[in-house]
């Protein structure tokens, strides 16, 4: 089957809008209320254009626009294919959220460079558009290295050594591995003679040994896998997260990491294929590695103190679930993975966003100090034990979904020791998150430390503000909907079906979720 | 034997030799002043080969004399021309290098480059 | 008056300059307004020269009417057409820069600057434009001339900078002069297509391999290529800013433009000699690059970090013209393009910064992105050119010459260009740290604080923003737009025809 494409330029205006908003809200700083107005507006533009394909995308068809010539032989080429479609409906639903979210936080913290903070956050938004509707690899490139540039003002956001220098960190990572998918790109478009993505791969036909493959395959993956925080790949990203936490929500939890994972999935599904990776065997080493990182970063997670970080090595084992399953190259562990990819973002961005919430209004930065918070923030709190939950696997929240069909996927591909990763990882998830849970609504509060810390007045504060806390107990919502309706609303789960389907060319998907 | 000498290959050895000293003087000599005479050896190093390849044995100069007909007669004549162009060339790069040196030696009163470099880091 | 255009596009500048002293003793306005319009003149003759050789194919123009070889041809085809529109529009926007810059100057050294100056775009155009190579020796020494005369007026160790370079400036020309010798010995020609038909049965003779050397080691010289680039980072640093800007961005590439000339048109790129000359220049352009790279990473003054960047730069093209395949020449020859203009950009970005804080010390100049938040988004914009991150001018070349790399199967060019991004994301992003993100500290701090709140008009005068935003807006159109460069003009300047 092969999908009707459609000319379209609505992927381009998804794009293109939010750099268009970056533009208004550069030239209107001094105007806070007129610059967040151009936020919003550019948030429910964006999610409009990308639902309004929705229909045309179910019915097969690919919406894309004429390509642009940007090099010899080469075009800007964007298409709303399912994968795509899902990465960008999760993209654009979660920039609204994270707007209002934004707003409020930095409004009650009084940060300073919102202007730019603001614009930034545009331009990563059109950037992980590009990504998700991304029809070759060049342009997958272009917007890859625009996510990694736009997302460094928002890592160094508050100007200060630690902020500096984890920025350092953040681009000595991302740029070596960009341009080390540079090397493979222009490699494979030499070897094939073109860099379009095709499910089921593009290599397959090219006249290479698998010497040569394997040395592409290694570097396009080296070059996502570092976004994707896999181990040892994944120092940038504990580090990073001196960001303001609206930005640790959004870019760490959902457009840069996922955009790393997306790449995976694109490179094993669309560039070289279930068929040719399983005759390379590579694949495994993948997965293997996968696996590792899984393991590893819970058990890490479990000696972190600070929450955000605890969450981010939380958020380097979960990504892993998605290239584990992009690399056992079996149907359904590729339906999980998309799906994780979903799942994941709207759990992970509850989490982060509880972390803000606790940070912006009692300023506690440690799991140890959140005796007793659940009393004074509980739909804060209850929020966080949805995202919890979900993290650790437990049906009926989206995550369950994704893991299942995962788990299901490694015993298709007679590897049930990764059914085994995942079942560790799940009581190491578990772990780790439901002490916080624990300790915030069972434990009495400690007034001494927050003396300690903080000196007095901290303490006698409530729920967190309206523009928080909407958010975060939304996403929370969403990640209960998504775990008992996967096709609520946007039609996820189909458009991951639809994908794979795809990829192994319509070879029949059996059970599943 | 003079004659010989300059008509075989041993003209090219000695412009050659010539040649090289220019740079092999302007590496070697911390004056700033021999740096120039050693880039002007160069340059007439060069020109001295230009009006080596116009030469031809029995021929006189390109100017046209009563009954003495055909090229064979005349050495060529335009290597000569652009020799005076080089000419012109080497004489203006030589009076601007001095003109710098002018304002070199006003500013730290040094022209010994080792001199100069210390000063100049001062 | 059509017909006359390649005389012309030399004639202006050229009789401006005679007239420019002059001028200066009626009014130091008259002489910049004369100049100027000279100059813009010569934008339009050289883009009207551009559109005909476009359309046409290559035009021979015969100085006085005199055949050649009797008489000077210039011979202009894409190729030089396109440059000479860059060398034009690139010294006319340095030129309007130039005017903070002499400000303070009496009449008759802006006299004689502006004269300079006119020399020096003239000199450049006919090294592009001449079909005859010991009248490109001329044109030569005139750009270089008052090239030097010009570092010199940048101040005390300018004019030791200015001697340094005219030393070796001088070993330059005169051994391209020896390679012309060697070629004119062999052939009996000075006309570049002439020579082209007769050389080639002489291909491998002794006297043509030495030509070629004493050429490629001239020109290298001219285009600090490694080893030979001692007198670079000195003259870039201590000339005044606008013409720092124009000899990094113009002055280096006329003559990697000659060696591409003589190279792959004059004694044409089959095999032998010229092939293993290429390869040379290939090994020492990417040994430049490494070099380059790393030292700007050691250096503190911004200028200076410029400087060894453009040395960097510079083996981007040798590099390119070494891969010799089709995107090879073409990453060379839109590099040459991409370079000139970001690189003129990030010099005046310099120059503007010295001009508003004073300081050339990167770590002395935080939070300048306060002061000049346009001319530093200009910056960021070339900054992230010479990275090479798209959709910025940069990477397109970038790509072109890793293209061409692995189609020519030439592995360790791949590792140097790569290598070579990350290693100026660490130089200009230890700028961008500097200039955006640290903060001053304590009293200074305040101080700062209330000009940046006090201060009203413009950042910069106009005559410097202007250019600035020109070129660093000129990055990303011709980032965007490569396709259309390449197709309609790049391609026609490779030798054979391109596609």
């Known amino acids: 089957m092969t999908p009707e494409v459609l000319l379209d330029y609505r992927p381009l205006w998804a794009v293109l809008i939010s750099l268009i908003a970056a533009v208004l809200i550069m030239f209107h700083g001094k105007r806070p209320n007129l610059r967040e107005a151009w936020t919003i507006m550019a948030a429910f533009g964006k999610a409009i254009i990308v639902f309004s394909m929705i229909p045309a995308v179910l019915a097969g068809k690919i919406p894309a626009i004429e390509p642009i010539h940007i090099a010899k032989g080469i075009t800007l080429h964007l298409q709303a294919d399912p994968t795509g479609m899902v990465f960008a409906v999760l993209a654009s639903v979660l920039w609204i959220l994270t707007s209002f979210y934004s707003i409020g936080y930095v409004r009650k913290l009084e940060e300073k460079h919102q202007t730019g903070y603001f614009a930034s956050f545009a331009v990563c938004l059109s950037a992980t558009m590009g990504i998700a509707f991304a029809g070759n690899l060049l342009t997958f490139f272009i917007f890859y290295e625009i996510l990694t540039i736009a997302t460094y003002p928002l890592v160094v956001h508050k100007r200060n050594k630690e902020a500096i220098d984890g920025g350092r960190k953040y681009l000595a990572y991302t740029l070596i591995a960009g341009q080390l998918l540079l090397i493979g790109i222009v490699w494979s478009y030499v070897l094939a003679g073109t860099g379009d993505f095709q499910p089921g791969g593009f290599l397959a036909g090219a006249a290479a040994s698998d010497t040569v493959l394997k040395v592409i395959f290694f570097l396009m993956i080296v070059g996502t896998a570092v976004k994707a925080g896999v181990m040892p790949l994944h120092g940038w990203l504990p580090t990073a997260m001196v960001a303001p936490t609206p930005v640790s929500a959004l870019l760490h939890a959902v457009a840069v990491v996922k955009a790393g994972a997306f ?16 005759e390379l065997g590579v694949a495994a080493i993948l997965a293997g590695v996968a696996g590792f990182t899984i393991v590893c970063s819970s058990v890490i997670a479990m000696n972190q103190d600070n929450l955000k970080r605890r969450l981010a090595f939380s958020t380097i084992g979960q990504l892993s679930y998605v290239v584990l399953g992009a690399a056992l190259l079996t149907p359904l562990s590729m339906i999980g993975a998309i799906f994780q990819i979903v799942a994941h973002a709207f759990m992970k961005i509850t989490l982060f966003m509880v972390a803000g919430a606790i940070h912006a209004t009692a300023h506690l930065d ?37 893991k299942w069909n995962l788990a299901l996927g490694a015993l298709e591909a007679g590897k049930p020791i990764y059914v085994a990763i995942l079942i560790i990882s799940a009581m190491l998830s578990s772990a780790y998150l439901l002490p916080i849970v624990y300790k915030a609504f069972f434990k009495k509060p400690s007034l001494v430390s927050h003396h300690d810390s903080h000196g007095e007045g901290h303490h006698d504060h409530g729920e967190a503000n309206k523009a928080m806390l909407i958010p975060l107990v939304m996403t929370a919502i969403i990640s209960i909907v998504l775990g008992v309706y996967p096709n609520a609303g946007a039609h996820l789960y189909d458009f991951a079906v639809m994908a794979v389907q795809g990829i192994v060319s319509g070879q029949v998907i059996g059970g599943g979720w | ?17 010539m040649f090289m000293l220019g740079p092999f003087g302007m590496i070697l000599q911390k004056n700033l002043v021999k740096k120039i005479m050693a880039m002007n050896v160069m340059q007439v190093a060069v020109i001295a080969f230009f009006l080596v390849l116009g030469q031809k044995e029995g021929a006189t100069l390109p100017i046209e004399i009563q009954g003495l007909m055909g090229a064979v007669n005349y050495i060529n004549p335009l290597p000569h021309a652009l020799m005076l162009t080089a000419i012109v060339v080497s004489l203006s790069i030589t009076g601007v290098a001095l003109a710098l040196l002018l304002l070199v030696q006003k500013q730290y009163g040094e022209l010994e480059e080792d001199e100069l470099i210390r000063r100049m880091n001062q | 008056m059509m017909e006359q255009l390649p005389a012309l596009l030399i004639l202006i500048p050229l009789l401006t300059a005679l007239a420019s002293p002059l001028l200066s003793y009626l009014s130091g306005r008259l002489v910049r307004c004369t100049a100027l319009a000279a100059l813009l003149a010569a934008v339009f003759c050289a883009v009207g020269i551009l559109t005909r050789v476009l359309s046409e194919g290559t035009w021979h123009y015969r100085f006085g009417g005199w055949e050649p070889p009797w008489g000077i041809e210039y011979a202009v085809d894409p190729l030089a057409g396109a440059l000479a529109v860059l060398i034009t529009f690139i010294n006319f926007m340095a030129l309007i820069y130039a005017k903070t810059e002499m400000e303070d100057a009496t009449r008759t050294k802006k006299g004689v600057f502006y004269a300079l100056f006119l020399l020096t775009t003239a000199g450049l155009l006919g090294m592009t434009v001449t079909g005859d190579v010991f009248n490109l020796y001329v044109f030569l020494e005139i750009s270089s001339l008052s090239t030097y005369a010009l570092i010199a007026s940048g101040g005390k160790r300018a004019i030791f900078a200015a001697f340094r370079y005219l030393i070796i400036g001088t070993v330059g020309g005169t051994f391209y002069l020896l390679g012309v010798g060697y070629l004119y010995a062999v052939t009996g020609t000075l006309n570049m297509a002439d020579m082209a038909v007769k050389i080639q049965p ?13 050429i490629v080691a001239g020109m290298g010289i001219k285009m600090a290529l490694f080893p030979l680039h001692g007198w670079l980072p000195d003259a870039h640093t201590y000339a005044p800013t606008p013409i720092s800007a124009i000899i990094s961005g113009i002055m280096i590439k006329v003559p990697a433009y ?9 004694i044409g790129a089959g095999e032998g000699p010229v092939q293993q000359a290429l390869t040379v220049i290939g090994c020492i352009g990417a040994a430049g690059i490494i070099h380059g790279s790393i030292m700007a990473i050691a250096q503190k003054e911004f200028k200076r970090i410029l400087a060894y960047s453009s040395m960097a730069q510079i083996g981007y093209v040798a590099v390119g013209l070494s891969i010799g395949n089709v995107y090879g020449l073409i990453g060379a020859l839109f590099h040459v393009l991409n370079h000139a203009v970001m690189k003129s950009c990030l010099f ?13 010390r990167i770590d002395k100049i935080m939070q300048v992105s306060k002061k000049l938040p346009l001319t530093m988004f200009a910056f960021l914009v070339a900054a992230f050119s010479m990275v090479g991150l798209p959709p910025t001018a940069g990477f397109f070349s970038k790509w072109y010459l890793v293209l061409g790399a692995f189609e020519a199967g030439k592995w360790p060019f791949i590792v140097v260009i790569i290598l070579s991004g990350l290693l100026n994301a660490v130089y200009f992003f230890r700028i961008i740290e500097n200039t955006f993100l640290r903060k001053k500290e304590g009293a200074e701090a305040e101080a700062e604080e209330k000009e940046i709140q006090t201060a009203t008009g413009l950042e910069l005068p106009l005559t410097m923003l202007v250019p600035i935003l020109i070129l660093g807006a000129g990055v990303l159109i011709i980032g965007v737009s490569n396709q259309q460069i390449i197709s309609q003009v790049i391609q026609y300047a490779l030798p054979g025809g391109g596609f």
């Open chain 2, 1 to 17: 034997m003079i004659k010989e000498m300059l008509s075989s290959r041993v003209i090219y050895w000695l412009i050659l030799v």
């Open chain 1, 366 to 402: 440690n799991v140890s100090q959140l005796d007793g918070i659940g009393r004074k923030m509980p739909f804060t709190m209850g929020a966080f034990t949805v995202g919890a939950l979900g993290i650790t696997g437990m049906p009926l929240i989206a995550g369950f979904i994704g």
């Open chain 3, 348 to 360: 005046m970005v310099a120059g503007a910064v010295k001009w508003r804080t004073g300081e050339y």
């Open chain 3, 258 to 266: 000659v060696i591409f000339r003589m190279l792959y048109f004059v």
């Open chain 1, 263 to 278: 790449g995976v999935v694109r490179i094993v599904g669309f560039v070289f294929g279930p068929e040719l990776l399983g």
């Open chain 3, 202 to 214: 002489l291909l491998n003779t002794p006297a043509v391999i030495v030509a070629i050397a004493s």
